[in-house]
């Protein structure tokens, strides 16, 4: 098999495995009893709450424990328009390839009658500082720009973007789920407001992730019940997934620029391999993208089909998020950037790690060029376009 999707999931790790587990067998404790072994946990949700805050440069004061990104992203932007509603602000700024847990809290909150514009991300991919200070207006309360794109890969220049949040008083939310891990974060640096990650992206376990909220700012409530993380979110504590995070969390961080080097010249390969093939374009900007994200339209296919097929040669990928694998709809992310449907409809999301081979990239060169070769050979639509039928979108 060959796993190509870690923009999805990632495995984790054999550390993380053995300190989970022995959190479970031995540390069960709940960390809120006064007894010893409450208390062990306790300490160990401490130490776990030390280690994150020194991996993103702030203090441990500012982390609170979540149950993934998703969650992390709801409470800070619930957050920010409740402090900017009592302001009397109520305008919001975005842009329209965030991960669903982003556009789905914002579309709610325009319901609530908040106004929300969203920035063009370019066929590129990107937006840029200047866009974020011409849509600033004296009533904004939150900007919400995502560090990495999930499906595309595009990282953008969130240290520009916080200055002007910064020097403009405006609020600064980054979903960093997908850069966490996989490039350089330091909050206080990029003057983040609030950051969303999830352990799960950098072979941490899955169902917990971290909200960091700069000092000074009151966060809302979305989950009501106890006192756990300082009243702010409710629920005993994943004490194993929490360990399992922070030493995910460590190593990802101690191992970036090893990893980098070796991953991003095998997505270069893939991408240069991937291009020979007729009317395909690459989704992204070529080099301001993660290390190991690599996502293609093939025209004259069907994404779902393509998938099947590498499925069948033990190659597991992805035609965008994995959020949204059940919808028949094109990706949102890649109509943001100017592909016409029929285009997003045949896209293919590969997403490589360390552990990828370089032997398993010429693998999948070759297998992803016979699956479409084979899905244009039986595709009405390809035959229609080389028959000068229709017009080639993609030259």
């Known amino acids: 098999m060959i796993y190509a999707d870690n923009a999805a999931t990632t495995k984790p790790s054999q550390k993380v495995i053995e300190a989970m587990v022995a959190c479970l067998s031995e540390d069960y404790g709940n960390p809120s009893s006064v007894y010893t072994l409450g208390q062990r946990a306790a300490e160990l949700l401490q130490n776990a709450r030390e280690r994150v805050a020194k991996n993103l440069g702030c203090d441990p004061s500012e982390i609170t424990f979540t149950s993934g990104g998703s969650e992390a992203d709801n409470q800070a932007i619930r957050t920010a328009a409740f402090l900017g509603a009592q302001k009397g602000k109520k305008h919001l700024i975005s842009t329209p390839f965030e991960h669903h847990a982003v556009l789905h809290t914002l579309n709610k909150l325009e319901r609530e009658g908040f106004e929300v514009t969203y920035l063009d991300v370019h066929e590129n991919g990107l937006v840029t500082a200047e866009q974020v200070a011409q849509a600033i207006r ?4 939150l900007v919400s720009i995502m560090f990495a794109n999930n499906e595309i890969g595009t990282i953008q220049p969130v240290g520009e973007i916080g ?4 020097e403009k008083g405006v609020l600064f939310h980054c979903d960093s789920v997908q850069a966490i891990g996989h490039v350089p974060v330091n909050v206080y640096d990029l ?4 950051l969303a990650l999830s352990a799960h992206k950098f072979h941490g376990p899955k169902g917990v992730g971290v909200l960091y909220t700069k000092k000074g700012i009151r966060l809302q409530n979305l989950i009501e019940g106890g006192a756990q993380e300082r009243g702010k979110r409710a629920g005993t504590e994943n004490v194993p997934g929490i360990v399992g995070m922070a030493v995910a969390m460590d190593d990802a961080i101690a191992n970036l ?3 980098a080097t070796y991953v991003a010249p095998l997505r270069d390969k893939l991408i240069d391999g991937l291009s020979k093939i007729p009317h395909s374009i690459l989704n992204g900007d070529r080099t301001q993208r993660l290390p190991g994200n690599v996502n293609f339209c093939f025209e004259g296919i069907e994404g779902e089909s393509l998938l099947l097929l590498l499925d069948n040669e033990g190659i597991c990928a992805s ?4 959020c949204t694998s059940g919808s028949l709809d094109p990706s949102h992310v890649l109509l943001s950037i100017g592909r016409p449907p029929e285009i997003a409809h045949g896209s293919l999301r590969l997403t490589i790690s360390e552990d990828t081979t370089h032997e398993e990239v010429d693998t999948l060169i070759k297998a992803v060029t016979e699956a479409v070769e084979y899905l244009r050979s039986i595709s009405p639509v390809w035959r229609n376009l080389q028959e000068g039928k229709q017009d080639f979108i993609i030259q």
């Open 138 to 141: 004296p009533d904004t309360a």
């Open 319 to 322: 035609s965008g998020s994995a």
């Open 257 to 259: 620029d090893k990893q």
């Open 163 to 166: 200055a002007v949040c910064r």
């Open 191 to 194: 003057k983040i407001d609030f």
